[in-house]
């Protein structure tokens, strides 16, 4: 059974940087896709960055893109989230996700493992 545990949440100050890490363990780790979301209290989850197995090809959100960069180190079973110019808005609970089938790969229904998740808190 394939876990994941995310790490590297935190309180930054708008404009800092964090970097989320996501550790996977008990499976075929560097076969599947992965993906990053976000949950903010109220809302929906929602998609944030997504990279294929090999890591050549990432997709972001627009409300992230260019200030975040998802990668992933295969050898390490983990992937990462490095999220620069930080803003209020991004504070929300951050999950990693595994997408082991096809389907749109910035819908949470597609993902079939999931982290627990990280505070991340924006402090304007």
């Known amino acids: 059974q394939v876990q994941l545990v995310e790490s590297g949440g935190g309180l930054v100050q708008a404009g800092g940087s964090l970097r989320l890490s996501c550790a996977a363990s008990?499976?075929?780790?560097?076969?599947?896709?992965m993906g990053w979301f976000r949950q903010a209290p109220g809302k929906e989850r929602e998609f944030i960055a997504r990279i294929n197995w090999r890591g050549g090809v990432t997709n972001y959100a627009d409300s992230v893109k260019g200030r975040f960069t998802i990668s992933r180190d295969n050898s390490k079973n983990t992937m990462y989230l490095q999220m620069n110019s930080l803003k209020p808005e991004d504070t929300a609970v951050y999950y990693c996700?595994?997408?082991?089938?096809?389907?749109?790969?910035?819908?949470?229904?597609?993902?079939?493992?999931w982290g627990q998740g990280t505070q991340v808190t924006v402090s304007s």
């Open positions: 008990g499976g075929t780790f560097s076969v599947y896709d």
């Open positions: 996700a595994i997408r082991k089938m096809g389907g749109s790969p910035t819908s949470p229904a597609e993902y079939d493992y």
